[in-house]
């Protein structure tokens, strides 16, 4: 079946300027989580959604980002006026309801963010 | 607070040669879960395992096999006759459960099989 896609592939823009990745779960995954691969950094935590609520945004890294959900299904990350530091993978996975445990999160193939 | 530490930044080998990627994590909680992921060239994290805190039976799935063990808060990934294919950044990770759900990654290992 279809995987959880992610799009732009690859997103290019000017310090400054606002940014939207969207994220399409797979089907039937109420959970949907936002990290961030950096050289620096590694991978980081950023929001968990369960539905359309965020009851977990403690990755988010400042104000200047923001996420929502709709429909229980696609995501789209905001980050308004970009700064170097923001250039980074933003990976979207998505996962079960889980029952009786933490079910295992299946990642897409990112968006490569380059703020120049 | 919870943090996973792969010491092993970058391993070689040569094709066939067996290789054990470490992971050591640390967590308050008693219920917690350990998952090891795969990022090959492609860029994809692949899912490999999931065990939680009260299960360390080993598992071994063909050449892969892991080892947990509470008393050293290790959960380390053994790969058997290692192929070229194996080539690819391995994270491990943790979540608590909490009902933040969130995986905690270690930095990863960088593992070349070399031909």
């Known amino acids: 079946g279809a995987g959880v896609s992610q799009s732009p592939s690859n997103k290019v823009t000017e310090k400054g300027k606002d940014v939207e990745l969207r994220c399409d779960p797979i089907?039937?995954?109420?959970?949907l989580y936002w990290y961030r691969q950096s050289l620096g950094q590694g991978l980081e935590f950023l929001i968990y959604f369960q539905g359309n609520s965020a009851p977990d945004k403690s990755g988010l890294p400042s104000d200047r980002f923001s996420a929502e959900r709709t429909g229980g299904s696609v995501s789209t990350l905001t980050i308004q006026r970009t700064q170097q530091e923001d250039s980074a993978v933003y990976l979207c996975?998505?996962?079960?309801?889980?029952?009786?445990?933490?079910?295992?999160?299946?990642f897409g193939p990112g968006t490569r963010l380059t703020v120049l | 607070a919870q943090k996973v530490t792969q010491a092993q930044t970058e391993i070689s080998v040569v094709e066939k040669e067996d290789v054990t990627l470490d992971c050591v994590y640390e967590t308050r909680d008693t219920t917690y879960y350990l998952f090891w992921y795969k990022q090959p060239p492609s860029g994809e994290l692949v899912f490999l395992i999931r065990?939680?805190?009260?299960?360390?039976q080993n598992e071994i799935s063909g050449r892969y096999s892991w080892n947990f063990q509470k008393s050293t808060s290790s959960f380390n990934f053994t790969i058997t006759a290692s192929q070229v294919v194996d080539s690819a950044v391995y994270f491990c990770?943790?979540?608590?459960?909490?009902?933040?759900?969130?995986?905690?990654f270690g930095k990863g290992t960088k593992l070349t099989v070399n031909p």
């Open positions: 990770a943790l979540s608590e459960a909490d009902g933040s759900e969130k995986l905690v």
């Open positions: 065990r939680n805190s009260f299960d360390e």
């Open positions: 996975a998505s996962s079960l309801l889980p029952s009786g445990g933490i079910n295992e999160q299946f």
């Open positions: 089907s039937g995954h109420t959970a």
